[in-house]
């Protein structure tokens, strides 16, 4: 059950990053990221797309941006919540209802994706770790997800 996960914890490279999640406003994307954890499906896996003042983009496990997991895509749960500095938010297509594995984490405030994209947790420690890592898209050297697990 999403509600029994609070915390989500992305090991990086240089260290930890602490994430509070958000089942309040989105149950079935963090029940997806906690599943997808705790299963290791983003362990190694890199972030494709980092774009200083806007976001760094991950979760997909061929690297390129173009694939997520094999399970089925998500429906939509938008919120009014405020992507800024630290906020977590599913990537998709097009199509609204098509956030899988991927997400993004926002470096700044990003509010013109406010209502357009699933908000699913808020990074509480280790911001620094995320601004830290390489730029690109992709990055020439890319930053890479060593583990994460949900609690």
Known sequence: MADTYSTLTMTLEGGDVTI????????????????????????????HRVIPGFMAQGGDPTGTGMHGSDKPNLKQEFSKEAHV????SMA??????????????????A??????????????????????????EPPA???????????
């Not at 500095?85 to 977590?88: I, K, L, V």
């Open 20 to 47: 509070r999640l958000r089942p309040d406003l989105a149950p079935e994307h963090v029940a997806r990221i906690a599943e997808l954890a705790n299963d290791g499906f983003y362990d190694g896996v890199v972030f």
């Open 85 to 88: 500095r630290g906020t977590c």
């Open 92 to 109: 998709r297509t097009m199509d609204p209802n098509s956030a899988n594995s991927q997400f993004f984490i926002c470096f700044d405030d």
């Open 111 to 136: 509010r013109f994706l406010d209502g357009q994209y699933t908000v699913w947790g808020e990074v509480t420690e280790g911001m620094e770790l995320i601004d830290a890592l390489p730029k690109g």
């Open 141 to 151: 050297n890319p930053g890479k997800i060593v583990s994460m697990k949900a609690a």
